[in-house]
């Protein structure tokens, strides 16, 4: 488990409103042509692991929550990790701090990127992102992030993103 609280770090450039990191890297809603990504992750195996697969989920139950919301309004929100091509790469999440880990100004974030788009240091930028937009867009305070003990790159990525370990959960 790693945390980072609201101490700021350097900002990336801003676009048009958006933030921009290296590689045109950027984060932005879902649009329809993104689902595909999601029902990859939904009905593929392969797509998540060794990490985060729980099993199989229905691709039109993701497809009607982004109808219902885009998912920005409810937990968990989700924002598209795009290339400079604005293409889908994968997705950040982040929830209000949830399983005994906070409360109010705390936030509980995540990533999964598609596995031909891993090992290249996007994760860790999109993170950054992610953190910067929160930390500018809302109440939040503390930001926490579960991985898997070992998950050594995400949890690198993490720490490049001022993330700090503050403890491991057994089982």
């Given amino acids: 488990m790693a945390a980072r609280t609201g101490e700021r770090i350097p900002r990336p450039a801003r676009v048009h409103n958006q933030q921009v990191g290296p590689d045109g890297v950027r984060l932005r809603p879902f649009r329809e042509e993104d689902l595909e990504l999601l029902a990859r992750f939904a009905t593929d195996p392969l797509f ?5 697969w729980d099993g199989f989920r229905s691709p039109e139950r993701l497809r009607q929550r982004w109808e219902e919301d885009g998912f920005l309004e409810q937990d968990p929100h989700y924002l598209v990790v795009a290339g400079h091509d604005d293409s889908a790469l994968g997705w950040v999440m982040y929830e209000h ?14 990533i999964l990127l598609a596995p031909e788009h891993r090992g290249r240091g996007l994760g860790t930028v999109a993170q950054g992102l992610l953190a910067e937009h929160l930390f500018a867009t809302t109440p939040a305070h503390r930001l926490v992030a579960l ?25």
């Fill in 48 to 52: 998540s692991e060794p990490f985060e």
């Fill in 97 to 110: 701090g949830s399983r005994g880990l906070g409360g109010d100004g705390v936030w509980v974030v995540g």
């Fill in 147 to 171: 991985t898997e003990a070992d998950n050594v790159a995400e949890q690198r990525s993490l720490e490049k993103c001022a993330f700090r370990r503050e403890g491991l959960l057994r089982q």
